[in-house]
């Protein structure tokens, strides 16, 4: 019988504790680590390499939903949640097998043999899940990068701009650059729309930043942000912009 | 619209109110001798319907002329000049027009004076009968307006005390409980008990005005001792309460979502936990309470918000400017101060809840 190596993560013990309990009946499932945060969990999947995630949704430092986006679609995920009518949705529509707490053995067992059903598929991708499971016209706060083992978090304030590199954006934020893999649009439908701008094709702006607008050839400009980076703006981001600072 | 033409119902029962007195009239007609039964039948059925619908305009009338702000001469001599407007056509012009029909003429025009006598009267008597139909129709608006108001202050308790208990909290107790079953079923009990203390207290102060600060921290106690059961060692507590300060009456449900504020953002937003501190003084003739609690700057807001927002309202509307509060963050700690009015400990605060139940 293959064995499947699982990571339990939940900042209560006792919440730990149940899945813990409710493994027992199924000896093919091996406990490897157990987390009390979303950081211990980024790093056990890195070093671990599970094959199955028991994963609460609310924790210190990073969610459930930042961890996801952190390990990316290739770890099986089972989330764990008291109460959270969004995720829910999020996890309805995203076909992804959550636990609702308290559950029983019934559950969990049901729970389980879907996740192993699906051992080896890929996760919906994690920003759109999380992004699914957000509030109406609530917007990212914070972007998790993460670089190797470590993990960088990055308020949106403290985010000056993002550019489109393939399939990753690279977001500059006090003086450093961040890789993320993540498309641009999906991004840009994250962000606050009164304080970003797609100012590009390629590029996603902090309002605050831009210090001022300058012609570049006939039909294009340019932004110039306060510590003097020049950033493209094409004729419909330019009108983007315009609408958004009333005519400025 | 005539609330008695857009009724067919009503319409109806009208109608068959004058019936009698068409009759009656029919009745004077012929007792005269002028008319046998049925030629005044002939000639009343019809043209007492017709004034039937006529009196129905004395609504617009009444609607115009309030009972309670016209002038009660101007009333009076505008009703009275209606009725005998209105009277003077039916039975002088639509009446003789119908007799004449009927070749009954020469009679019609002798005993023309009653039926303008009656049709006045029946005038001024739908008039009054509107203003009795519109007396009924204003008090049970009132009515249903007053039972709508109740009904919605309900629903706002209840939404009130449904934000009071936190669903995340709910349910995460009764996961530990869960947990607890297997491995410690002593302490799964205590916890239920503590829940059910908690749910009781909460589900209690929902429709008291005032109670004692005392109860307000036995609540906060109860919830603080659940969640040192859900995180353990992460969550720390230190209270300071002063001699006196618990017999003052707060409003309910006060204290509590200030320590609940504190849990959400504190404990629950730290992996190393936090420590809250409740610091509940007396000076004079004010109450002031601290919550303070450390937290992680980094950590989203979430939920935050509501219930510090209710606290806010709910001093607001009890204490007016009387009451203060102030939310401030200090590096890595979260403080609340709430500051109101010590109100005189007076029977309410002595009663103890034991008796509060059996009252």
């Known amino acids: 019988m293959n064995v499947i190596r699982a990571v339990i993560v939940d900042d209560e013990e006792l919440a730990r504790q149940v899945v813990h309990e409710m493994l027992l009946p199924h000896p093919e499932v091996e406990v490897v680590a157990e987390c009390a945060n979303g950081f211990e969990a980024v790093k ?20 459930g939903f930042e961890v996801l986006e952190l390990i990316g679609p290739d770890v099986a995920v089972v989330f764990l949640t008291a109460y959270d009518q969004y995720a829910l949705r999020a996890f309805e529509v995203h076909a992804v097998d959550y636990l609702l707490k308290p559950f029983d053995a019934v559950r969990f067992d049901a729970a389980l043999e879907r996740a192993k059903e699906r051992l080896g598929t890929k996760m919906p991708p994690p920003s759109e899940l999380a992004a699914a499971a957000r509030a109406p016209s609530q917007y990212l706060e914070r972007i998790v990068v993460r670089d190797g083992p470590k993990v960088d978090i990055i308020p949106c304030e403290r985010l000056d701009y993002a550019e489109a590199q393939d399939d990753y954006v690279l977001l500059r934020s006090q003086g450093k650059n961040y890789l993320k893999q993540e498309t641009i649009s999906n991004l840009e439908t994250s962000l606050d729309p009164a304080r970003f701008v797609r100012i590009h094709r390629s590029y996603i702006v902090n309002l605050e930043r831009i210090a001022k607008i300058e012609p570049y050839t006939k039909d294009s400009r340019v932004a110039v942000l306060g510590d003097g980076t020049k950033l493209p703006v094409s004729r419909s981001g330019y009108a983007r912009l315009k609408e958004l600072l009333g005519e400025g | 619209m005539h609330p008695i033409l857009a009724d067919p119902r009503k319409l109806a029962l009208y109608l068959a109110a004058w019936i009698p007195l068409v009759l009656l009239l029919a009745g004077v007609l012929a007792s005269t001798g002028d008319f046998t039964w049925i030629q005044a039948g002939e000639l009343m059925v019809p043209l007492g319907g017709i004034y039937a619908f006529v009196c129905l305009s004395a609504w617009y009338l009444c609607r115009f002329l309030p009972l309670r702000t016209s002038a009660i001469f101007y009333l009076l001599v505008t009703v009275n000049a209606a ?19 009927l070749g009954l003429e020469p009679q019609y025009l002798r005993e023309r004076p009653i039926l303008f006598g009656a049709g006045f009267l029946l005038f001024d008597l739908a008039a009054a009968f509107h203003y009795a139909l519109m007396a009924f129709e204003t008090s049970r608006q009132a009515q249903a307006r007053a039972m709508q108001a109740s009904i919605l202050a309900r629903e706002a308790e209840l939404r009130a005390l449904k934000a009071q208990i936190d669903p995340h ?113 007396r000076a004079g003739e004010r109450v002031a309470i601290r919550v303070e609690n450390t937290f992680d700057k980094d950590a989203r807001r979430g939920r935050g918000g509501v219930g510090l927002a209710n ?36 029977v309410a605060a002595q009663r103890r809840p034991e008796e509060e139940e059996t009252k």
């Open chain 2, 169 to 281: 909290f709910l349910f995460n107790s009764l996961n530990s409980i869960s947990a607890l079953t297997a491995s410690d079923p002593a302490k799964a009990r205590e916890m239920c008990v503590l829940l059910s203390d908690f749910l009781r207290s909460s589900l209690k102060m929902g429709d008291r005005e005032r109670i004692p600060l005392g109860e307000e921290l036995a609540l906060a106690r109860s919830f603080l001792a659940i969640q040192h059961i859900r995180f353990g060692s992460r969550l720390e507590v230190e209270e300071e309460v002063a001699e006196g300060a618990a017999g003052c009456l707060v409003p309910p449900l006060l204290l509590q979502p200030l320590v609940e504020n504190a849990v959400t953002h504190g404990v629950a937003t730290r992996v190393e936990g936090s420590s809250i501190r409740i610091a509940i003084s």
């Open chain 2, 83 to 101: 009725a005998g407007v209105s009277s003077l056509i039916w039975a002088g012009a639509i009446g003789w027009a119908m007799a004449s029909g």
């Open chain 1, 44 to 63: 056990a999947v890195a070093e671990l390499n599970p094959d199955l995630l028991f994963l609460d949704v609310q924790m210190p430092k990073l969610d």
């Open chain 2, 311 to 346: 606290v806010r309202k709910r001093l607001e509307v009890c204490y007016g400017d009387a009451a203060s509060m102030e939310v401030r963050e200090i590096g890595d700690r979260f403080r609340v101060d709430v500051r109101f009015p010590a109100e005189a400990t007076g």
